[in-house]
């Protein structure tokens, strides 16, 4: 009998950040970092697991929209899905009606992205394969079949992305030894919370320091007189050498933003993130040539693959930082990481949030091992929030992401995690 996708089940899954202040920042002061949790089942007891990332009430939006899309996969012949995860990719975002809402972003966008998350990582547990080495352990031709080129031609073609897979194939088995030896460079956000006191800033710096991160990251934005206390601070923490990004969650305009950074630059930032609206792509441009060598990095809160094309085309960002649950999921990931290559843009993950490190992780680690082949200026986020909710949890040592060894992407909640965690009835909310 054929194995087909029999259940495509979504949880509203919240945790209350808000309470300590955990993940506050110019623009989201008091989030409660939360998922819609996916689960996809076939007819022979398969599973796989994703998510989406959310900050609060956006979450009804975001689990009803999985339940919307979940027609679309059950029923499918499971065989047939993952010979042609494009296929699928393009039946998600495709869907007429649905389509209208974006097309390819928001609510609708993000939703495909869990189930396809979820997918990949049943197809990582059928393989028995982490999804960086199932990815990295495809050949080319199968790679770019991933890939929608409709919307990229004018910037990156399928002959270009075979050129490009084929250049790094050779190199494959040395730099996943190195990998599964080293880990992948990572930097952590845990020191810069916005809420957090002035203490508690300097403790964590001095503490990732000492745990072997060459790179912390400040949010700012809300006050520019604080903003100057708190780098100077971390400067003093960390000392010359350790780089320090800083984060504005879109705070400001752009006139604004070039005024902000201005006497910030005496801090040494390497790089501004989010500094405008994340749809402003000449905003983003204009802002770059302004505080260079102050690099600008964004891709949190980009919608598609198109707008990732159009940043790089404009020479707008000098750090492409993509999210594992933004876009729609592993696959079309695929698709931007193979432009960033094109462009010569290094890319340095999105992650912290709700499972984002435990996925993010797999992307990166793709693409050193089979399309940048460098790990040069290339940084995964790390925050250390939430990972013990977590069945196959990031690993960090030495400053360095671990790679992951079990089969999926790493998006599987613990089942007690997610009861207690449910929303509105789990104990965590139900007494609130």
């Known amino acids: 009998m054929t194995e087909v996708i029999s259940a495509v089940e979504a949880l509203d899954v919240r945790f209350p950040t808000s309470r300590q202040l955990d993940g506050s920042d110019a623009m989201n002061p008091e989030p409660d970092y939360s998922a819609a949790y996916v689960t996809i089942r076939t007819s022979t007891g398969g599973e796989g697991y994703g998510l989406a990332f959310t900050v609060g009430r956006g979450n009804d939006l975001q689990v009803a929209a999985v339940k919307t899309l979940a027609p679309l996969v059950v029923g499918l012949p499971v065989e047939e899905v993952l010979a042609d995860l494009g296929a699928l990719s393009r039946r998600l975002t495709g869907d007429s009606q649905l389509r209208w809402l974006g097309p390819e972003k928001g ?87 916005l809420g957090y006191t002035d203490d508690k800033l300097t403790r964590l710096a001095k503490q990732a320091v000492a745990e072997g991160f060459t790179q912390i990251k400040l949010k700012v934005g809300a006050d520019q007189k604080t903003d100057l206390r708190r780098l100077a601070l971390a400067r003093s923490a960390v000392g010359p050498d350790i780089r320090i990004a800083i984060d504005a969650n879109q705070a400001w305009g752009v006139p604004q933003a070039i005024e902000w950074l201005r006497p910030l630059a005496q801090y040494e930032p390497y790089w501004i993130e989010e500094p405008t609206s994340p749809d402003d792509i000449l905003g983003h441009a204009a802002i770059r040539q302004a505080v260079a060598p102050m690099k600008v990095a964004t891709g949190e809160h980009t919608h598609n693959k198109v707008m990732f094309k159009q940043l790089l085309q404009a020479g707008a960002i000098d750090i492409l930082q993509l999210d594992a649950s933004r876009v729609a999921g592993v696959t079309e990931n695929v698709a931007i990481l193979l432009l960033a290559a094109k462009f010569g843009v290094p890319v340095c993950p999105h992650a912290g949030g709700v499972g984002l490190c435990e996925m993010v992780q797999h992307l990166a680690m793709f693409d050193y091992v089979a399309v940048s082949g460098t790990t040069e200026d290339r940084v995964i986020e790390y925050v250390d929030h939430l990972h013990e909710h977590f069945t196959d949890p990031v690993r960090i040592s030495d400053g360095h992401y671990r790679a992951p060894v079990a089969p999926g992407i790493g998006a599987q909640l613990h089942p007690e995690s997610v009861a207690r965690h449910r929303y509105p009835d789990g104990p965590e909310w139900a007494a609130t």
């Not at 990229?152 to 494959?172: H, K, M, N, S, V």
């Not at 996943?176 to 810069?192: E, F, I, K, M, S």
């Open 107 to 193: 609510t609708i966008h993000m939703a495909v992205a869990a189930i396809d998350n979820a997918i990949w990582d049943l197809y990582g547990r059928r393989e028995g394969k982490p999804v960086w080495r199932l990815l990295a352990e495809m050949s080319p031709e199968r790679l770019v079949d991933l890939v929608d080129f409709r919307y990229l031609q004018d910037a990156l073609t399928r002959e270009e992305a075979l050129a490009i897979l084929r250049r790094a194939e050779p190199g494959r088995a040395e730099r996943t030894r190195h990998l599964l030896a080293h880990g992948y460079p990572a930097y952590t956000t845990t020191p810069g919370w």
